[in-house]
């Protein structure tokens, strides 16, 4: 037994000479044996049905092996999720819904394939325009994550107009992308009617699941080998389209096939964050005290599924008010399914809330901070339940402390250094403690290692080395003993990696397996057998368990911005985030997650941008060169800090997730820090020099 805490080390990653090497492959680095490469083909209208494709030209083509279309794909079971639904029947419910396949000896000549096919249409007229009016809109029974579509307390309205201090302010925010490092991307191959996928995907047991389902097969029948995933931020937490079709063409031409989107396809097919209309109404007391809180979202769906951003979800979370109403509208549009994007709900909605915050506390004359702090809960407002730890106030005082808050001159507009106005900025943060149900399996050989196998995903976090970490600290021996088996359907099954839910809900099952491991130990007596002994453990019973506290992580962002008063540019020059998440379980890989975080927020704030063009139904901004995201010379000195919090409620390692809060509230801070520098309020993100400029005259 060691003497050494392997929590709370700040490991290096296990993986991390593989991938800096090379070694790590990932789901496009797997080529079969006579594997042949797939290209669809998008749809080039916005509405419609497909009235024929001519695939001679491309059949004739040197390499091209088939073209698949609803006349001659293979036919599937209907899937939960309709997106995944492609190739099955004419209709296109909107531009760049996959309309057909190119399957060839090369890349290069799935292109040209694809070029060369002709396709017709019957066009319809389409809508893909969001407004705060528009008549589509309904209240769903639900938002995402099951949330209800609305809440209210108390008489809102009342409340609101007898409020001696008013703010009523909109907020919007365009489609964002999740644009991960790594494409979508699937190789499929058949073999004694076993389908094996290498799949870039955030979660391979649904994958595996969902597969055998619309191809007919039993589980058994399927793997999915999701060993390294170059990123997903959402958008890979469900299977995606091509996984569908690279399965469907290797069946067909009865050879494995590869199938990597390209970058532009992606946008319309992986998921998105929906945009995102927002009224917040804020009524206080001449002291700031809130006495009525509205927050009302309008966002689109598609017109095949309803996905509903669940932004208004967390203003039921964040501050004391008797009266409240959250309510979201929903709208479907021919436009492509929204889906996760990290810190869905949480991102856009702290966004509009926090800067109404802001805008509050100008206009009580009080400094933000105390602002907030004069309106912390003693409960969750909506719910009732006490906070089982609630470590916001501290952020905001041991934040500000490091920031050095204190120096800052409350007046907009007041510090320059030449053309230069320099502003700060603060707003909160905030994401659920949620856990999902996983199986673990460890086992220990005469030598002192130990083997861990569950199907969770790394992602990019360093999850299987804090997976490591937590079973050398249960079973006291040090990480480098532990070799951890994650990223395989064919392992202990697992929840997917999402909603910063993965260290929770694996970390239970690989922790309870290990004491059940040490418990058989003791019934040995300590001599193992030559084979060795396993045990197993999992998360079912805590994922359905209901406790009577709203678990939370919080945390505060700070940011100093430079905006030059002729050009209108924005910089930010640094960035601190301070946390309270449980017990940090990797100090390296903890930093990582809440910096990058952060840098998503600043693209969010700055950079990053996307629109549906009216008349033609797409994404105008679908690749890096015109959807701009951070890049080093945009990001300055990012800084993360975090509390050491007790919770007796959350798990056996007393973690909080991590992985999402550090975007959430970072646009925020930036948007606010640019009113302070300017005195200009910009409510619709990006902050780009052409709205500050028309406000600075």
């Known amino acids: 037994m060691s003497t050494q805490h392997a929590l709370g080390a700040p490991e290096a990653r296990t993986e991390a000479l593989d991938k800096a090497m090379g070694a790590a492959r990932y789901a496009a680095e797997h080529t079969p044996p006579g594997c042949a490469h797939a290209r669809p083909v998008p749809a080039s209208i916005a509405r419609g049905r497909v009235a024929g494709v001519n695939a001679a030209d491309a059949l004739a083509l040197p390499g091209v092996i088939a073209v698949l279309t609803h006349e001659n794909a293979p036919r ?39 070029a060369a096919l002709h396709i017709t249409y019957d066009i319809e007229a389409h809508d893909v325009t969001l407004t705060a009016g528009h008549s589509a809109l309904y209240v769903p029974d639900e938002a995402n994550g099951g949330f209800p ?32 490092m790594e494409p979508h991307a699937c190789t499929a191959q058949w073999r004694d009617g076993r ?38 931020f959402g958008s890979k937490g469900t299977p995606r389209p091509e996984m569908v079709l690279a399965a469907m063409a290797a069946r067909e031409i009865r050879r494995p096939v590869k199938l990597a989107l390209p970058r532009r396809m992606m946008a319309p097919v992986v998921g998105h964050r929906a945009p995102t209309l927002h009224r917040v109404r804020l009524g206080a007391d001449a002291d700031g005290v809130l006495t009525a809180l509205s927050h009302e979202v309008a966002t689109h769906t598609s017109t095949i599924k309803e996905f509903v951003e669940q932004a208004a979800v967390p203003a039921r979370v964040m501050y004391a008010s008797p009266n409240s109403r959250t309510v979201h509208r929903v709208a479907p549009l021919d436009v492509p399914s929204p889906s996760w994007m990290r810190a869905p709900g949480e991102a856009p909605g702290m966004y509009a ?9 100008l206009l009580v004359g009080i ?56 502003g700060t900025g603060v707003a909160a943060a905030t994401y659920p403690v949620l856990l999902g149900p996983s199986q673990a399996e460890v086992h220990a050989d005469p030598d002192g290692t130990y083997r861990v196998r569950i199907n969770a995903t790394d992602i990019g976090t360093g999850a299987r080395t804090v997976l490591g970490q937590i079973a050398a600290e249960v079973l006291g021996t040090r990480p480098d003993n532990v070799h951890m088996d994650i990223g395989n359907s064919d392992l202990p099954s697992a ?73 209108g540019e924005t910089r930010v020059r640094r960035l601190l985030g301070m ?29 990053e941008h996307s629109t549906v063009d009216r008349l033609f139904g797409d994404f105008a901004e679908s690749d890096l060169a015109a959807y701009h995201v951070p890049t080093h010379a945009d990001v300055p000195t990012v800084e993360a800090y975090w509390l050491d919090e007790e919770d007796p409620y959350l798990n056996p390692m007393g973690s909080k997730g991590i992985g999402e809060i550090g975007i959430v509230g970072t646009a925020a801070a930036i948007a606010n820090a640019v009113c302070h520098a300017t005195g200009v309020r910009v409510r619709d993100l990006p902050v780009t020099p052409d709205k500050l400029l028309a406000g600075l005259g």
């Open 579 to 607: 946390y309270a998440a449980g017990h940090i379980l990797n100090p390296r890989t903890a930093r990582s997650q809440f910096i990058g975080g952060m840098t998503m927020g600043l693209g969010m704030a700055l950079t």
């Open 353 to 361: 809330l926090e800067s109404a915050m802001d805008e509050l506390a």
């Open 76 to 114: 599937l079971s209907p899937p939960d999720d309709p997106t995944l639904f492609v190739l099955q029947d004419p209709r296109v419910p909107h531009r760049g819904w996959f309309v057909a396949l190119v399957v060839a000896e090369t890349p290069e000549a799935a292109l040209e394939g694809a």
């Open 495 to 567: 929840s997917l990696a999402g909603g910063s839910s993965g260290t929770a809900s694996w970390g239970t099952a690989v922790h309870k397996a290990c004491l059940a491991l040490r418990s058989r130990f003791e019934e040995l007596g300590g001599q193992l057998p030559a084979e060795g002994v396993s045990a197993r453990g999992d998360s079912a019973e805590e994922s359905r368990e209901v406790l009577p506290y709203a678990r939370h992580a919080f945390g505060a962002h700070f940011a100093e911005v430079q905006v030059d008063a002729v050009t």
């Open 149 to 180: 579509g609305a809440s209210e307390r108390g008489s809102f309205d009342t409340a609101f107009a007898e409020a001696p201090l008013r703010v009523d302010a909109r907020y919007d925010i365009g489609p964002l992308h999740n644009h991960p």
């Open 195 to 232: 389908l094996t996928l290498h799949y870039s995907s955030q979660g391979s047991t649904t994958a595996r699941d969902v597969a055998a389902a619309m191809f007919g097969l039993d589980r058994g029948q399927v793997t999915v080998v999701s060993e390294h995933v170059g990123g997903g």
């Open 367 to 422: 400094d933000p901070i105390e602002l907030r702090l004069r309106n912390e809960p003693d409960v969750e407002p909506d719910s009732g339940r006490p906070f089982s730890s609630r470590g916001l106030p501290d952020c905001l005082r041991e934040g500000a402390r490091r920031f050095g808050w204190d120096r800052r001159d409350p007046r907009p507009g007041a510090t320059r250094e030449g053309h230069l106005l320099l």
